[in-house]
T-cell receptor, first 114, second 113 residues
Framework: ETGVTQSPTHLIKTRGQQVTLRCSSQ?????VSWYQQALGQGPQFIFQ???????GRGNFPPRFSGLQFPNYSSELNVNALELDDSALYLC?????????????FGPGTRLLVL | GESVGLHLPTLSVQEGDNSIINCAYS??????FIWYKQESGKGPQFIID?????DKRQGQRVTVLLNKTVKHLSLQIAATQPGDSAVYFC????????????FGKGTLLTVNP
């Protein structure tokens, strides 16, 4: 177990709705990264938060947004859900921003958009 | 663009055999590489990492080899056990301003008893 927790574990939404996913980072970690993993694929980087600021973003549209709180937990929000948003959403926490810091993943939230 | 790919999408081995999973990367500026294991329904689990100033690193039953000349990474698992059955991903940290990890598609390892 990594100490990274995510909620909910599973979620079903319909197209056009909005969803909020939550992540609690491992104790002592101040950086949270979010990834989307489609079935049969590797995780794809969405964005990263460091000390409550977005520190970089992957190739995802603006309807994917996030927050990081003072306790370093984080939220991923997705507006106007599309069928292709169905995936496993993973958060990973790490210490600081050094390129050689290991990212530890949570169990993920499985989102199904109907 | 940046990419990390695996040579073999599936690998089937007998219990007790050694397994080798390969990975090619394309970003010569990457300085940190990680192998993750992902079991069905779970998040990726850290196995072992290696920095670009090293060419070999050993853990418990696992060894990672890095060949920067040909941009190749491999994971060796000794005495493979049924519990090793999972999808294995290599990931590179491409550095820059956002320290993202770039993952390959994964290799499915099946260990036959």
């Amino acid at each position: 177990e990594t100490g990274v927790t995510q909620s909910p574990t599973h979620l079903i939404k319909t197209r056009g709705q909005q969803v909020t996913l939550r992540c609690s980072s491992q104790s002592g970690h101040n950086t949270v990264s979010w990834y989307q993993q489609a079935l049969g694929q590797g995780p794809q980087f969405i964005f990263q938060y460091y000390r409550e600021e977005e520190n970089g973003r992957g190739n995802f549209p603006p309807r994917f947004s996030g927050l990081q709180f003072p306790n370093y937990s984080s939220e991923l929000n997705v507006n106007a859900l599309e069928l292709d948003d169905s995936a496993l959403y993973l958060c990973a926490s790490s210490v600081g921003l050094a390129t050689q810091e290991t990212q530890y993943f949570g169990p993920g939230t499985r989102l199904l958009v109907l | 663009g940046e990419s990390v790919g695996l040579h073999l999408p599936t690998l089937s081995v007998q219990e007790g055999d050694n397994s080798i999973i390969n990975c090619a990367y394309s970003n010569s500026a990457s300085d940190y590489f990680i192998w993750y294991k992902q079991e069905s329904g779970k998040g990726p689990q850290f196995i072992i990492d290696i920095r670009s100033n090293m060419d070999k690193r050993q853990g418990q039953r696992v060894t990672v080899l890095l060949n920067k000349t040909v941009k190749h990474l491999s994971l060796q698992i000794a005495a493979t056990q049924p519990g090793d059955s999972a999808v294995y991903f290599c990931a590179e940290n491409s550095g820059g301003s956002n320290y993202k990890l770039t993952f390959g598609k994964g290799t499915l390892l099946t260990v036959n008893p």
